[in-house]
């Protein structure tokens, strides 16, 4: 009886919310990417199928660092189940420039530069070693609650970027 009461007790206590820290000011200019998002209308180039799923981006670090997570489902061709995967990608900044580490458990990319036009996009590109190909993710602002959200691979010595996967972002 004691623990009803003290349940019913915590349930009516409200606990205040509790703010965010800040971000870095080299990482400023993306905070439009914190939030909840969802997607479901993917586009994978490579197989001619498509993808949803979740990416939650949040302020780690005292506001030195955004943490991407996501969760996405693959579909074939005909729309059914072709897998799924979870993904994380650290972004900061070091020796005043910004870096991304991102990872699926079967893929690490280390973007070296981002590109910012603070509050609109963002451009994460990697380095490439002689003979390997680089990438680009790509982050733009639609509307408040919407992110276009391109990927795609740089052949080596080649500049143009070859689309692997496209989509749009929903602010959940």
Same mark, same amino acid.
């Given at each position: ?79 059914? %189940? &072709?897998? $799924? ?7 900061? @900044?070091? /020796? ?5 580490? *991102? ?14 036009? %603070? &509050?609109? $996009? ?7 070693? @002689?003979? /390997? ?5 790509? *982050? ?14 740089? %052949? ?17």
């Amino acid at each position: 009886m004691k623990l009803i009461a003290a349940a019913a007790i915590a349930a009516c206590v409200t606990i205040p919310a509790v703010a965010q820290p800040s971000l870095a000011p080299d990482l400023a200019g993306m905070s439009f990417l914190i939030g909840h998002w969802t997607s479901d209308d993917g586009k994978v180039s490579d197989t001619g199928g498509t993808s949803k799923g979740s990416s939650t981006i949040t302020v780690e670090a005292d506001g030195e660092a955004l943490l991407r997570r996501d969760h996405t489902d693959l579909l074939d061709k005909t729309g059914k %189940p &072709g897998g $799924s995967f979870d993904q994380i990608m650290l972004i900061y @900044p070091e /020796a005043g420039t910004l870096h991304a580490d *991102y990872m699926d458990g079967e893929h690490i990319v280390h973007y070296t530069s981002a590109m910012v036009v %603070p &509050g609109k $996009s963002v451009t994460f590109t990697s380095a490439s070693a @002689p003979g /390997a190909p680089s990438f680009q993710l790509h *982050y733009e602002v639609q509307s408040p609650n919407a992110l276009a959200v391109t990927f795609g691979i740089i %052949p080596p010595g080649q500049t143009a970027v070859r689309p692997i996967a496209a989509g749009t972002l929903k602010k959940s």
